[in-house]
């Protein structure tokens, strides 16, 4: 058996900078049991860091999501019911298909006019003030207005929902990340229940709660709360990071700035660039070996834990030349910022026409946009990567 890693050892540079140790682990081979930061006792994961591996891995179905199957039963599961990133087909394809069926590309191309009103209102409300953080007067302030309008969530819950789902995805200790999803539960569960006696809406959730396949099939309450939760989590906190990730790199990053300043049609291969470079899931959630199995030539045993390395992968050498060289010219396809295979991000189309909007709209609205400062913590653990805030003027 491999030795385990442990990255804790790297202390908060592995935080704040994760790039170089992926690019050690890269250099000694594609997968290697690590000990995550904060992790007790002999806790352990295999961690895959190579693209081709991750791309594989991603894909894999002998890797599962539900760890029910190897006697797993995580603590959202318990709170907030089975949802699609805790599941398997033929279950998996049946919750996807329903909600393919409410969420679809039509309605999100049809969300662009209101996300490019809501943006220009931010950034009219923004502008004057010289000077702000980009995290709690932009970055933030946009997905969640609209995966909240989306969905239906009212606007005076939006600020309590910040913190709540923030705990979820970073939490400070296991106790405060608890009571964040039994909290965030018992909102879900009430919300849902007022769409259900409200009758016919035209948000999403309200259609979600309607949506019958053609053979009758239907989401239970449970099922409703899972997709609400983890529509809600993943429509917004990562693209909060997506954006603040963004215009950091960009500012950190001058000949590139101008690049796109110059050039505005670049905006879509920016934000691709800046989902390689920096994406804002840092590994994929857990999967558990349904069966014996090799990952590039290393054993893993039935149960083992998997841990996938979305930004490891994305500056493996292997596949992208220099891989640390921020370049909005790239050719970045194949990436994995939004993972691959069946569990492939259902918000994805959604959160690059907020991106795209949201920089373009920014850049050239605030032509001397630069630094304020140091930037703010990155967020703890190793699911989420983002800054807790980015001070600006212009």
């Not at 760890?67 to 959202?76: A, N, P």
């Not at 090799?294 to 994305?314: N, R, S, W, Y």
């Amino acid at each position: 058996m491999a030795e385990v890693i442990d990255l804790g050892e790297f202390g908060d540079a592995f935080r704040t900078d994760p790039h170089p140790v992926y690019a050690k682990l890269r250099a000694l081979g594609p997968v290697h049991r690590v000990r995550p930061p904060g992790s007790d006792g002999d806790y352990w994961t295999w961690l895959v860091v190579g693209h081709k591996e991750a791309r594989a891995a991603l894909a894999d179905p002998r890797l599962s999501k539900d760890g029910s199957r190897i006697g797993v039963t995580f603590l959202d599961e318990e709170l907030i019911g089975r949802y699609l990133l805790l599941t398997d087909p033929p279950e998996h394809t049946r919750l996807r298909g329903l909600v393919s069926r409410a969420f679809t590309m039509r309605r999100v191309e049809a969300l662009r006019p209101r996300i490019q009103e809501i943006t220009d209102d931010l950034l009219d409300a923004m502008l004057p003030l010289g000077r702000a953080d980009l995290v709690e007067s932009f970055a933030y302030q946009l997905p969640i207005t609209v995966i909240c309008e989306l969905l239906g969530v009212p606007e005076m819950d939006r600020t309590e929902f910040r913190k709540l789902s923030t705990e979820v995805v970073a939490p400070i200790s296991s106790q405060s990340n608890y009571d964040a999803v039994v909290r965030l539960a018992e909102y879900l569960t009430e919300l849902i229940e007022d769409k259900r006696c409200a009758g016919p809406t035209d948000d999403l959730l309200g259609d979600l709660v309607r949506t019958t396949a053609e053979d009758g099939d239907r989401l239970s309450p449970q099922e409703l709360r899972g997709m609400a939760f983890v529509l809600l989590i993943a429509g917004h906190e990562t693209t909060v990071n997506l954006i603040t990730s963004g215009v950091h790199a960009l500012l950190t990053h001058p000949d590139q700035l101008a690049a796109l300043r110059a050039d505005m049609t670049l905006v879509d291969g920016a934000v691709e660039e800046i989902l390689r470079y920096e994406g804002p899931v840092e590994n994929a959630t857990f999967r558990y070996a349904a069966e014996p199995l090799e990952i590039a030539g290393t054993p893993v045993e039935k149960g083992d834990p998997v841990m996938i390395g979305l930004t490891a992968a994305d500056r493996d050498a292997a596949r992208y030349p220099a891989p640390d060289r921020f370049d909005i010219r790239r050719d970045t396809g194949g990436h994995v910022a939004f993972g691959h295979g069946i569990h492939y991000c259902l918000g994805a189309p959604l959160a690059r026409l907020e991106a795209r909007t949201a920089i373009r709209s920014l850049l050239e609205r605030a032509p001397a946009l630069t630094l304020d400062g140091p930037s703010g913590d990155w967020l703890p653990g190793m699911l989420i990567r983002g800054l807790r805030s980015l001070p600006v003027r212009w």
